[in-house]
């Protein structure tokens, strides 16, 4: 069988695990816990980063941070993972659902402009696949509204928009670990600033809503309960394995990355023929390899695929359920229009396997696709 996923030890990881043990500190914000959050700021350009256990922690601790109040409002795309609007309907506000670009599948900048009103705080914008949302024109909206603007940076480690590294685009940014990630530690996350005030605000959060981050620093002499939080750090097992896979990130994402540009290669004839959909950089921006997809021609074509590939034992899933339409969506969020985009991609995206140890697997995953391709009649139209 060839998974969707199949997580790999890549480097020092084991190595690294039996040091934190003989260190004598499994609890979190020891050395491997600092070692990652110097290469998470060096590999997103931040001005800090601290580590999370998960990209959804990381989500929440902006929306405390972000001071949401209930009734207050938040724009998101709905063709994103439930942690981007959970992370808002916790606070009691409102997550509004805007419709996704049709190239970019990334959050539409004039439809988030439409969506602003008197209660909207900030815009949570997901890097879709790794490609960076059009982040100079949701600034200059956050900037005329006064919003924060926040990365949902879960798939993006290493992705530029504009020559700038993805953690580096908004105030905030939130990147996952989690094992279908490029850099992983099954579990784990971060949350990124590059607002200097939000920084000290940030520890207490993640430490329980206590200054015990000051007081290991010396800079206080106890430490004590001072505003709300939670407990957002992970252990320092999970950051051991996480510094063996930081360690060894430009070759993840160089093999990442010829994987995409392998399956790109690969269905080019198929898409220039019109059987299939493929994803692009949008303009100026680089991706990292995260994740490679089709675009079928409707949903039963989209099934279809899926039942072919499965039949030959390779599973290819496809992606998120819209939010706006979802019960807890219509429960906690808002939509003022419909989302026709996300309704259409949501049916017809399908994912190809993708993972560091995919090997000489990937043209056996091409061979079974391309079977079902060409089977097809060319030219379909691609955009709704
Ligand atoms: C866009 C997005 N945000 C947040 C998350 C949640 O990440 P985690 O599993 O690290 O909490 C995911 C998970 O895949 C995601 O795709």
């Given at each position: 069988?060839?998974?969707?996923?199949?997580?790999?030890?890549?480097?020092?990881?084991?190595?690294?695990?039996?040091?934190?043990?003989?260190r004598?500190?499994?609890?979190?914000d020891?050395?491997?816990?600092?070692?990652?959050?110097?290469?998470?700021?060096?590999?997103?350009?931040?001005?800090?980063?601290?580590?999370?256990?998960?990209?959804?922690?990381?989500?929440?601790?902006?929306?405390?941070?972000?001071?949401?109040?209930?009734?207050?409002?938040?724009?998101?795309?709905?063709?994103?993972?439930?942690?981007?609007?959970?992370?808002?309907?916790?606070?009691?506000?409102?997550?509004?659902?805007?419709?996704?670009?049709?190239?970019?599948?990334?959050?539409?900048?004039?439809?988030?402009?439409?969506?602003?009103?008197?209660?909207?705080?900030?815009?949570?914008?997901?890097?879709?696949?790794g490609?960076p949302?059009?982040?100079?024109?949701?600034?200059?909206?956050?900037?005329?509204?006064?919003?924060?603007?926040?990365?949902?940076?879960?798939?993006?480690?290493?992705?530029?928009?504009?020559?700038?590294?993805?953690?580096?685009?908004?105030?905030?940014?939130?990147?996952s670990?989690h094992?279908?990630?490029?850099?992983?530690?099954?579990?784990?996350?971060?949350?990124?600033?590059?607002?200097?005030?939000?920084?000290?605000?940030?520890?207490?959060?993640?430490?329980?809503?206590?200054?015990?981050?000051?007081?290991?620093?010396?800079?206080?002499?106890?430490?004590?309960?001072?505003?709300?939080?939670?407990?957002?750090?992970?252990?320092?097992?999970?950051?051991?394995?996480?510094?063996?896979?930081?360690?060894?990130?430009?070759?993840?994402?160089?093999?990442?990355?010829?994987?995409?540009?392998?399956?790109?290669?690969a269905?080019?004839?198929?898409?220039q023929?019109?059987?299939?959909g493929?994803?692009h950089?949008?303009?100026?921006?680089?991706?990292?390899?995260?994740?490679?997809?089709?675009?079928?021609?409707?949903?039963?074509?989209?099934?279809?695929?899926?039942?072919?590939?499965?039949?030959?034992?390779?599973?290819?899933?496809?992606?998120?359920?819209?939010?706006?339409?979802?019960?807890?969506?219509?429960?906690?969020?808002?939509?003022?229009?419909?989302?026709?985009?996300?309704?259409?991609?949501?049916?017809?995206?399908?994912?190809?396997?993708?993972?560091?140890?995919?090997?000489?697997?990937?043209?056996?995953?091409?061979?079974?696709?391309?079977?079902?391709?060409?089977?097809k009649?060319?030219g379909?139209?691609?955009?709704?």
């Amino acid at each position: 069988m060839i998974p969707f996923n199949k997580p790999a030890v890549v480097g020092q990881e084991f190595s690294f695990l039996q040091q934190a043990v003989d260190r004598g500190q499994l609890s979190g914000d020891g050395l491997f816990t600092k070692r990652c959050s110097e290469q998470i700021v060096a590999m997103t350009g931040a001005r800090a980063a601290l580590l999370t256990h998960s990209c959804t922690a990381a989500l929440e601790m902006a929306a405390i941070l972000a001071d949401l109040k209930p009734g207050d409002e938040v724009i998101m795309p709905s063709f994103t993972f439930v942690s981007t609007a959970n992370a808002v309907a916790l606070r009691g506000a409102v997550p509004v659902f805007v419709d996704i670009d049709q190239d970019s599948l990334n959050i539409d900048p004039d439809k988030t402009a439409a969506a602003v009103t008197s209660r909207t705080r900030a815009i949570f914008a997901v890097h879709y696949a790794g490609f960076p949302a059009d982040m100079d024109r949701l600034a200059e909206i956050a900037r005329a509204h006064d919003l924060l603007l926040v990365e949902d940076a879960a798939q993006a480690l290493g992705s530029t928009y504009k020559g700038r590294l993805a953690g580096s685009l908004g105030d905030l940014a939130a990147f996952s670990f989690h094992e279908t990630k490029n850099i992983i530690s099954g579990e784990g996350g971060a949350l990124t600033l590059n607002r200097g005030d939000l920084v000290e605000r940030a520890e207490i959060i993640r430490e329980k809503g206590t200054n015990r981050s000051r007081f290991l620093r010396g800079q206080v002499d106890k430490y004590t309960w001072v505003d709300i939080g939670s407990s957002f750090l992970p252990g320092e097992l999970i950051a051991a394995f996480l510094y063996g896979q930081l360690d060894q990130a430009e070759m993840i994402q160089h093999r990442r990355l010829a994987l995409f540009d392998h399956y790109a290669t690969a269905f080019d004839d198929l898409e220039q023929s019109g059987r299939v959909g493929l994803p692009h950089a949008p303009a100026d921006t680089t991706g990292n390899g995260h994740m490679f997809y089709l675009m079928m021609r409707d949903i039963d074509d989209r099934d279809g695929f899926i039942a072919h590939m499965r039949q030959a034992e390779i599973i290819t899933p496809f992606h998120y359920v819209p939010l706006h339409s979802a019960p807890a969506g219509l429960r906690y969020g808002r939509s003022d229009a419909a989302l026709p985009v996300t309704d259409d991609v949501s049916a017809r995206l399908v994912r190809l396997p993708m993972y560091f140890g995919l090997g000489q697997d990937i043209d056996r995953v091409i061979f079974v696709a391309r079977n079902y391709l060409m089977a097809k009649p060319a030219g379909a139209t691609w955009h709704i």
